[in-house]
């Protein structure tokens, strides 16, 4: 429900998102896809490891992964106490259960319990890491010459129809009905051409661009107040990054579109030139705005999102609720970390997040977890860790687990 900047997410923070993508942030967040069959080959599956036979396959001690060592296992511990309830698989809700029964006591017990129940499922196919984040924005009430950018609701003739069975393209998102078929919602240009008469706030026109980007964020009024912006609807055209034609036509350099770069040059050719770059993306996002009550953002599994340890990932490969071992290193933008290696869990998507082997890591909420999104796009292996059936003991145990819903 990234949809950040790079997302982010969405691709949101930075845009690597901006680039690649996202948010989902881009990242703008979508509809939770939990009842959507997720079609990993039969030797990925826990069963088909659990069980052997032709398709399983040689999983690796958690021990074996490259920094895990050095991994904060009580940080990763609570991230998937915290989402793993999205996961209804029942090896998953097996696991589910004994981690919130697990004290957290010190880093050894929580490496432990992630030793005894998990093994690693390591493929040698890389892939691209992000990173978005929820940002702070100041808007106001009224429009002036700066804050010049409607923060719209959604509108009443947007229609949303949804997918029929065995149809896997999603939601479909139009204007109207035409001979049983949608007319496609028109695009950003377009829409910001229309003059808004119930507006929820007004914002600078690169900072709304980069909301849309992330999916939400939070926005802070002159006289103190605080209030959330949530991705309500958007107008179901494909996000198209701006940071590689940006590049391309010498506005920025290729190795410096990070978001900062890029909100930066928007901000200081707004009007004309910058909103012709912007309008590069035909997607437009709508929002609804609630109290902010300094939570982070629930992501697409509607499950606030652990800073740090949740990511976006495609649901068309990934459950929500499925941990996975993140190991990222060789970065493209300059001024980026060198590696991220750590344990998150899958509880958002973004519509720019696509394929096997993609992640969008939630960094947090406000402007430092924003720089840092802004310099995430490295190489990825996404190592997936599979519950062993069996592990533990007890009334944890997956042998005296009822087939009840995790809450």
Not at 71 to 82: K, N, P, T
Not at 233 to 252: H, Q, T
Not at 319 to 326: K, Q, S, T, V
Not at 338 to 344: F, H, S
């Amino acid at each position: 429900m990234r949809p950040s900047l790079a997302a982010g997410a969405a691709g949101f923070g930075a845009l690597a998102l901006l680039g690649a993508c996202a948010t989902t942030p881009v990242r703008a967040p979508v509809a939770p896809i939990a009842s959507r069959p997720v079609p990993n080959p039969p030797s990925t599956t826990p069963q088909a490891a659990a069980m052997g036979g032709p398709y399983a396959r040689a999983l690796t001690p958690l021990s074996a992964l490259p920094g895990w060592a050095e991994e904060d296992h009580v940080a990763a511990l609570r991230a998937f106490q915290i989402g793993c309830g999205a996961n209804r698989a029942s090896l998953w809700r097996a696991a589910c259960k004994r981690a919130r029964e697990q004290p957290i006591t010190d880093d050894a017990a929580a490496r432990a319990f992630f030793e005894d129940n998990f093994k690693a499922d390591v493929r040698p196919s890389t892939g691209l890491l992000t990173a978005y984040f929820a940002p702070e924005y100041p808007a106001q009430s009224t429009p002036d010459e700066i804050f010049s950018a409607p923060v719209r609701g959604k509108p009443d003739d947007l229609v949303m129809v949804d997918p029929g069975p065995g149809d896997s393209r999603g939601r479909k998102v139009g204007k109207q009905m035409v001979d049983e078929e949608l007319v496609p919602y028109p695009e950003r240009v377009d829409i910001e051409a229309e003059p808004v008469d119930n507006a929820l706030a007004f914002m600078k026109a690169e900072d709304l661009f980069f909301l849309q980007i992330q999916g939400s964020g939070q926005l802070v009024f002159p006289d103190g107040r605080r209030m959330k912006a949530i991705y309500a609807a958007d107008n179901g055209r494909p996000f198209v990054g701006i940071a590689k034609p940006m590049g391309e036509e010498g506005l920025l350099a290729p190795n410096h579109t990070s978001g900062d770069a890029i909100r930066g040059w928007l901000a200081d050719h707004r009007g004309a030139a910058a909103n012709a770059v912007m309008d590069k993306d035909p997607r437009y996002v709508f929002f609804n705005l609630v109290a902010d009550d300094a939570s982070d953002p629930a992501g697409a599994a509607g499950i606030a999102l652990p800073a740090g340890r949740s990511i976006a990932v495609d649901p068309s490969y990934h459950a929500y609720g499925e941990l996975y071992w993140i190991d990222a290193a060789a970065p493209v933008l300059s001024g980026g970390a060198r590696t991220y290696r750590r344990l998150a869990v899958a509880l958002d998507t973004g519509s720019a997040i696509r394929g096997e082997v993609r992640a969008d890591l939630y960094m947090g909420r406000g402007d430092q977890a924003g720089a840092e999104a802004g310099h995430v796009r490295h190489t990825l292996s996404l190592i997936r860790l599979t519950p062993v059936a069996g592990s533990g003991s007890g009334p944890g145990s997956a042998a005296g687990v009822k087939d009840e819903k995790t809450p």
